[in-house]
């Protein structure tokens, strides 16, 4: 390609607050439509708004944990237009003194770690929904709107133009999220709408410093669809360029079933919002004190755990990063790893049996207690029981929270590996199945497994895998 | 005398003793509303019913031997642009005839809880936009001292309720003069309070930096009695001011030892009549022989307040109007597309000042524009602001008109939005400046009209505006305090 792609990213990321940004109205998500509104968040003449404390203490922590200057005094504006969702045809918003300036987060793209660099975070109002009739805004005949949403709190990050593919622009939207719900700001789920990305994207020649025309997309609702989408729009624009033509400024719309952009409106004469100062708010006044307290607050971030999983642990790249990539995993891992000196191994089975039961049981990991696992990993080394149990009392405990030292104690889980012990009952199978031990001896060797499967089902599976190798093999 | 020519605080007395009942009172009232108001228009919804309703409840109360609000049982006129929870609230708009709140104002709700009987709701210029109550989409409100002229405006509704016997106190709103102009006009008492002093929360946002609800009253000591009880910090309004709130009808006897009294000496006095200027000397003088220093105070910025007035307030306007898009309440007209629906709504809802206002707003905030004009009316603004930290360092009180002229014509002004806008020149500064000012009462045109005097404190001194106006009202020639009503059959025994 004889272009450089330039892609900038304004994300959209709801606040985890129990009530909107300027009234006590319940932010739940799925309820029955305009249920969770009063005349504040309608917009009803005469309504004033107030600050919700806890939303700015979230999105101070937020813009904290993305290395952003938080401004002691920041200013809220009104961005005036005329649109149904908006109910008072302003959103309060931040203009010229936004709540954090700067910013960057440390991305691995394929070719090594890249610092992208923010432009501003600041904090506003979220709208209401558009529901139109037969699901497209394309040639609705009407549309219904849900209010519900309206003026729940929004944290507006914008990047600086430096990222220069979809699939950079999809590493970056992950780590982003892994951030911010380090710092508990959002749970981000793009399903539910709670982390929402624009993106603006232009290409220009190899070389040219010049930034090109650009277009925007939205409507990308999966980190999958923003990768897609902006590959898609590179194509695009690259096609429109190299036969000689115009990029156009305007708005397309990600369309996911037919897998392609498509342009909503042309940008040309572009949206006056006429901004200026709300005047039903006083500007934000923060104490130095007051940042730091939160500071204190945020926990260690995902970049300088991964650094300390490895150096502490002795980790690998790769399973460092699956630790961190879940905030609550990686705690986990570290209260267990306190009482299971085989980090390694502990490590192993986080990620791979602990994840599984975990999905299987739709258990979230930060109701498991940590000892458990360690408990039963020691069973496991000290010999105690063996892989199979092991595994059956994982999916127990994730289950119930059952002790595994206490489940093998009452059922008599413990591993058989006495040689007195087995040596009869190996006997026994061999005896009792004299066919598979013909086979075997003429060289079948499948046969040696349905025998260790005999042995294991008069055990009721605990004994000791190799121990009984040994000894069959000796015996046939 | 009849009940309805009582001051709200000679009401509050007998309705403590129980020489009267609240329901004797409000029924008073209604029949002086239901005598006069065909004639005056002041009153865009009666609502007698829920009045004698209230009224029936604290006498109850008081049978029982309740512990009672001092104002509980003195009934109330209230602007149409304070929202009154299932009652309607037009704003004096198409675009709300027939909204219903489903709140009260923090005004409203500290009224009721005072058990104060609403009488009902009353005409203004629609959204509060206008000197003369004439941009009231519904009907004009008459001037009682001559039928002929306007009441003043916005709040020209609340002030005739009052002038006429109609309330014995009102609720008004004022941005840039809406109660003192028109009280000055009908020769009461209008206050307005500090900005941030009285909650805004339910007032219809007309320029929500410079609205202020306000009191219309027969005398200081009535408008007292009424701020203590809607002063006061509102969780529910952010500019509200935090702290004490004092009781404002102690101490009212007014004593002017080394006052310092700063006579406001206008930039311009063009428009102003030759009685409006002599009225304020005399008025000066009067205070100078009673042991005030008085001097002289020019306010050099008062012409450009104007101007930046008329860019912040439709600024702010052309935003908070926008919400009347026939969406979610209020008139719709409907349309083929959203577009459509918009421009028809707004086109048909809004009168033809609301909408000069909204172009005047909208284009100050433009891009290319807005620092030529919103920013620096801002900048003025400020300006404006410390002009008056100045002459308070000076002084402890400023003394002016309240009004450049009495009572306009009918239809005098509204062809020329300008004369119109000036008819605001004296008041307006003290708005955008966010201090508290009171018109009274200041004698009489020789035309008969009332001409009114206007007093400005600093921020949050509406003790010592209550205390001056006691003062004006005991030591100063008296014209007489109510219209006569002429026009009611045989006359009546209005003048005192």
Same mark, same amino acid.
């Given at each position: 390609?004889?272009?450089?792609?330039?892609?900038?990213?304004?994300?959209?990321?709801?606040?985890? &607050?129990?009530?909107?940004?300027?009234?006590?109205?319940?932010?739940?998500?799925?309820?029955?439509?305009?249920?969770?509104?009063?005349?504040?968040?309608?917009?009803?003449?005469?309504?004033?708004?107030?600050?919700?404390?806890?939303?700015?203490?979230?999105?101070?922590?937020?813009?904290?944990?993305?290395?952003?200057?938080?401004?002691?005094?920041?200013?809220?504006?009104?961005?005036?237009?005329?649109?149904?969702?908006?109910?008072?045809?302003?959103?309060?918003?931040?203009?010229?003194?936004?709540?954090?300036?700067?910013?960057?987060?440390?991305?691995?793209?394929?070719?090594?770690?890249?610092?992208?660099?923010?432009?501003?975070?600041?904090?506003?109002?979220?709208?209401?929904?558009?529901?139109?009739?037969?699901?497209?805004?394309?040639?609705?005949?009407?549309?219904?709107?849900?209010?519900?949403?309206?003026?729940?709190?929004?944290?507006?990050?914008?990047?600086?133009?430096?990222?220069?593919?979809?699939?950079?622009?999809?590493?970056?939207?992950?780590?982003?999220?892994?951030?911010?719900?380090?710092?508990?700001?959002?749970?981000?789920?793009?399903?539910?709408?709670?982390?929402?990305?624009?993106?603006?994207?232009?290409?220009?020649?190899?070389?040219?410093?010049?930034?090109?025309?650009?277009?925007?997309?939205?409507?990308?609702?999966?980190?999958?669809?923003?990768?897609?989408?902006?590959?898609?729009?590179?194509?695009?624009?690259?096609?429109?360029?190299?036969?000689?033509?115009?990029?156009?400024?305007?708005?397309?719309?990600?369309?996911?079933?037919?897998?392609?952009?498509?342009?909503?409106?042309?940008?040309?004469?572009?949206?006056?919002?006429?901004?200026?100062?709300?005047?039903?708010?006083?500007?934000?006044?923060?104490?130095?004190?007051?940042?730091?307290?939160?500071?204190?607050?945020?926990?260690?971030?995902?970049?300088?755990?991964?650094?300390?999983?490895?150096?502490?642990?002795?980790?690998?790249?790769?399973?460092?990063?699956?630790?961190?990539?879940?905030?609550?995993?990686?705690?986990?891992?570290?209260?267990?790893?306190?009482?299971?000196?085989?980090?390694?191994?502990?490590?192993?089975?986080?990620?791979?049996?602990?994840?599984?039961?975990?999905?299987?049981?739709?258990?979230?990991?930060?109701?498991?207690?940590?000892?458990?696992?360690?408990?039963?990993?020691?069973?496991?080394?000290?010999?105690?029981?063996?892989?199979?149990?092991?595994?059956?009392?994982?999916?127990?405990?994730?289950? &119930?929270?059952?002790?595994?030292?206490?489940?093998?104690?009452?059922?008599?889980?413990?591993?058989?590996?006495?040689?007195?012990?087995?040596?009869?009952?190996?006997?026994?199978?061999?005896?009792?199945?004299?066919?598979?031990?013909?086979?075997?001896?003429?060289?079948?060797?499948?046969?040696?497994?349905?025998?260790?499967?005999?042995?294991?089902?008069?055990?009721?599976?605990?004994?000791?895998?190799?121990?009984?190798?040994?000894?069959?093999?000796?015996?046939? | 005398?009849?009940?309805?020519?009582?001051?709200?605080?000679?009401?509050?007395?007998?309705?403590?003793?129980?020489?009267?009942?609240?329901?004797?009172?409000?029924?008073?009232?209604?029949?002086?509303?239901?005598?006069?108001?065909?004639?005056?228009?002041?009153?865009?919804?009666?609502?007698?019913?829920?009045?004698?309703?209230?009224?029936?409840?604290?006498?109850?109360?008081?049978?029982?031997?309740?512990?009672?609000? @001092?104002?509980?049982?003195? @009934?109330?006129?209230?602007?149409?642009?304070?929202?009154? *929870?299932?009652?309607?609230?037009?704003?004096?708009?198409?675009?709300?005839?027939?909204?219903?709140?489903?709140?009260?104002?923090?005004?409203?709700?500290?009224?009721?809880?005072?058990?104060?009987?609403?009488?009902?709701?009353?005409?203004?210029?629609?959204?509060? *936009?206008?000197?003369?109550?004439?941009?009231?989409?519904?009907?004009?409100?008459?001037?009682?001292?001559?039928?002929?002229?306007?009441?003043?405006?916005?709040?020209?509704?609340?002030?005739?309720?009052?002038?006429?016997?109609?309330?014995?106190?009102?609720?008004?709103?004022?941005?840039?003069?809406?109660?003192?102009?028109?009280?000055?006009?009908?020769?009461?008492?209008?206050?307005? @309070?500090?900005?941030?002093?009285?909650?805004?929360?339910?007032l219809v946002a007309f320029a929500s930096s410079l609205d202020q609800i306000g009191i219309i009253s027969m005398n200081a000591l009535d408008s007292a009695l009424f701020l203590n009880l809607i002063a006061g910090y509102d969780p529910l309004d952010s500019t509200s001011l935090p702290g004490e709130v004092p009781d404002y009808t102690a101490g009212l006897e007014p004593g002017l030892e080394k006052l310092r009294v700063g006579v406001i000496r206008y930039g311009s006095t063009e428009g102003f009549d030759p009685e409006v200027t002599e009225m304020v000397q005399k008025a000066a003088s009067l205070l100078e022989k009673s042991g005030a220093n008085v001097g002289e105070v020019s306010l050099p910025l008062t012409d450009y307040g104007l101007s930046a007035y008329y860019l912040i307030a439709p600024a702010e306007a052309s935003s908070n109007l926008g919400r009347y898009d026939g969406v979610r309440y209020g008139f719709?007209?409907?349309?083929?597309?959203?577009?459509? *629906?918009?421009?028809?709504?707004?086109?048909?809802?809004?009168?033809?000042?609301?909408?000069?206002?909204?172009?005047?707003?909208?284009?100050?905030?433009?891009?290319?524009?807005?620092?030529?004009?919103?920013?620096?009316?801002?900048?003025?603004?400020?300006?404006?602001?410390?002009?008056?930290?100045?002459?308070?360092?000076?002084?402890?009180?400023?003394?002016?008109?309240?009004s450049p002229t009495p009572a306009f014509k009918l239809g005098e002004k509204t062809g020329d939005p300008l004369q119109m806008y000036l008819s605001d020149v004296c008041n307006i500064t003290d708005s955008l400046a966010g201090v508290p000012s009171l018109a009274l009462p200041g004698g009489a045109h020789t035309s008969g009209l009332p001409l009114g005097l206007q007093l400005t404190a600093p921020p949050l001194r509406e003790k010592l505006l209550l205390q001056m106006a006691c003062f004006f009202e005991k030591y100063s020639e008296q014209a007489p305090r109510r219209p006569v009503l002429d026009f009611i059959e045989g006359g009546s025994s209005d003048e005192l």
């Amino acid at each position: 390609m004889n272009y450089d792609v330039v892609i900038g990213l304004e994300i959209h990321v709801e606040l985890l &607050t129990a009530s909107k940004l300027f009234c006590g109205c319940s932010t739940a998500f799925g309820r029955e439509p305009n249920s969770n509104c009063c005349p504040v968040c309608l917009g009803l003449p005469g309504s004033l708004p107030v600050f919700n404390r806890r939303a700015i203490e979230l999105a101070l922590k937020a813009a904290l944990a993305l290395n952003s200057e938080v401004q002691l005094q920041s200013r809220f504006d009104r961005k005036n237009y005329f649109y149904p969702d908006l109910p008072k045809a302003y959103q309060v918003s931040q203009y010229d003194q936004p709540l954090a300036r700067g910013g960057y987060l440390e991305v691995e793209f394929e070719d090594g770690i890249h610092r992208v660099h923010l432009e501003r975070v600041h904090l506003e109002e979220e709208a209401g929904k558009l529901i139109h009739a037969g699901d497209s805004i394309i040639g609705a005949g009407h549309s219904l709107v849900d209010y519900n949403r309206a003026g729940i709190p929004l944290l507006e990050i914008v990047t600086a133009p430096e990222l220069h593919s979809g699939r950079e622009a999809r590493y970056f939207l992950e780590d982003l999220r892994t951030v911010l719900l380090y710092s508990g700001s959002s749970d981000c789920k793009m399903e539910e709408g709670s982390l929402r990305c624009d993106a603006n994207i232009s290409l220009r020649p190899k070389g040219s410093r010049e930034l090109g025309t650009k277009a925007e997309v939205k409507n990308m609702n999966s980190f999958r669809s923003v990768e897609l989408a902006l590959d898609y729009e590179v194509g695009r624009q690259e096609r429109v360029l190299s036969e000689g033509g115009k990029v156009i400024q305007e708005t397309c719309h990600w369309d996911e079933e037919k897998k392609q952009t498509i342009a909503l409106r042309s940008k040309e004469g572009s949206s006056d919002y006429r901004y200026f100062p709300e005047p039903d708010l006083l500007p934000l006044v923060l104490e130095s004190s007051f940042i730091e307290e939160l500071s204190r607050q945020l926990p260690e971030l995902p970049a300088r755990r991964r650094e300390r999983l490895q150096e502490q642990y002795g980790l690998e790249k790769e399973e460092a990063f699956l630790l961190t990539a879940n905030r609550d995993l990686g705690d986990f891992f570290e209260e267990a790893a306190k009482e299971y000196p085989d980090y390694r191994h502990l490590a192993k089975w986080v990620q791979g049996d602990l994840l599984y039961q975990l999905r299987e049981s739709l258990k979230k990991v930060d109701e498991l207690e940590p000892g458990l696992l360690a408990d039963l990993l020691l069973l496991l080394d000290e010999g105690k029981i063996n892989r199979p149990v092991a595994k059956e009392l994982l999916a127990e405990m994730v289950k &119930t929270g059952a002790d595994p030292k206490e489940m093998v104690k009452d059922r008599g889980l413990e591993q058989i590996s006495g040689r007195d012990t087995l040596l009869p009952v190996v006997e026994k199978v061999i005896a009792q199945n004299p066919e598979a031990v013909e086979n075997y001896r003429r060289g079948k060797k499948k046969a040696l497994a349905f025998l260790v499967g005999r042995v294991m089902a008069e055990t009721q599976g605990r004994a000791d895998p190799a121990e009984l190798n040994r000894i069959l093999q000796e015996k046939i | 005398m009849n009940l309805y020519e009582k001051t709200a605080s000679e009401l509050s007395r007998m309705l403590q003793s129980r020489e009267v009942s609240a329901v004797e009172v409000t029924t008073s009232f209604l029949e002086r509303i239901d005598q006069v108001d065909p004639h005056l228009k002041a009153f865009i919804t009666r609502t007698a019913e829920q009045a004698l309703d209230t009224a029936g409840r604290i006498d109850y109360f008081r049978q029982q031997g309740e512990q009672l609000h @001092p104002l509980a049982g003195v @009934p109330v006129a209230v602007k149409d642009n304070i929202s009154t *929870m299932d009652l309607r609230t037009t704003c004096a708009s198409l675009i709300l005839k027939d909204y219903i709140p489903p709140f009260d104002a923090t005004v409203i709700t500290a009224l009721k809880s005072a058990g104060m009987p609403i009488l009902g709701k009353t005409n203004l210029d629609e959204f509060a *936009m206008g000197s003369s109550t004439e941009n009231s989409a519904f009907f004009p409100t008459r001037n009682p001292w001559n039928l002929d002229r306007v009441p003043g405006g916005s709040s020209g509704g609340s002030a005739v309720a009052v002038a006429a016997g109609m309330a014995p106190l009102a609720l008004g709103s004022d941005t840039g003069g809406s109660i003192r102009q028109p009280a000055s006009l009908c020769r009461v008492t209008g206050l307005r @309070p500090t900005y941030g002093r009285v909650s805004r929360y339910g007032l219809v946002a007309f320029a929500s930096s410079l609205d202020q609800i306000g009191i219309i009253s027969m005398n200081a000591l009535d408008s007292a009695l009424f701020l203590n009880l809607i002063a006061g910090y509102d969780p529910l309004d952010s500019t509200s001011l935090p702290g004490e709130v004092p009781d404002y009808t102690a101490g009212l006897e007014p004593g002017l030892e080394k006052l310092r009294v700063g006579v406001i000496r206008y930039g311009s006095t063009e428009g102003f009549d030759p009685e409006v200027t002599e009225m304020v000397q005399k008025a000066a003088s009067l205070l100078e022989k009673s042991g005030a220093n008085v001097g002289e105070v020019s306010l050099p910025l008062t012409d450009y307040g104007l101007s930046a007035y008329y860019l912040i307030a439709p600024a702010e306007a052309s935003s908070n109007l926008g919400r009347y898009d026939g969406v979610r309440y209020g008139f719709c007209a409907g349309g083929d597309s959203i577009e459509e *629906m918009f421009n028809r709504t707004r086109g048909k809802g809004f009168g033809p000042e609301v909408k000069r206002r909204i172009m005047i707003g909208t284009y100050a905030l433009s891009a290319g524009y807005y620092d030529a004009y919103y920013l620096k009316a801002m900048k003025v603004r400020t300006l404006v602001r410390r002009s008056y930290e100045e002459a308070f360092k000076k002084y402890d009180l400023l003394l002016g008109a309240a009004s450049p002229t009495p009572a306009f014509k009918l239809g005098e002004k509204t062809g020329d939005p300008l004369q119109m806008y000036l008819s605001d020149v004296c008041n307006i500064t003290d708005s955008l400046a966010g201090v508290p000012s009171l018109a009274l009462p200041g004698g009489a045109h020789t035309s008969g009209l009332p001409l009114g005097l206007q007093l400005t404190a600093p921020p949050l001194r509406e003790k010592l505006l209550l205390q001056m106006a006691c003062f004006f009202e005991k030591y100063s020639e008296q014209a007489p305090r109510r219209p006569v009503l002429d026009f009611i059959e045989g006359g009546s025994s209005d003048e005192l």
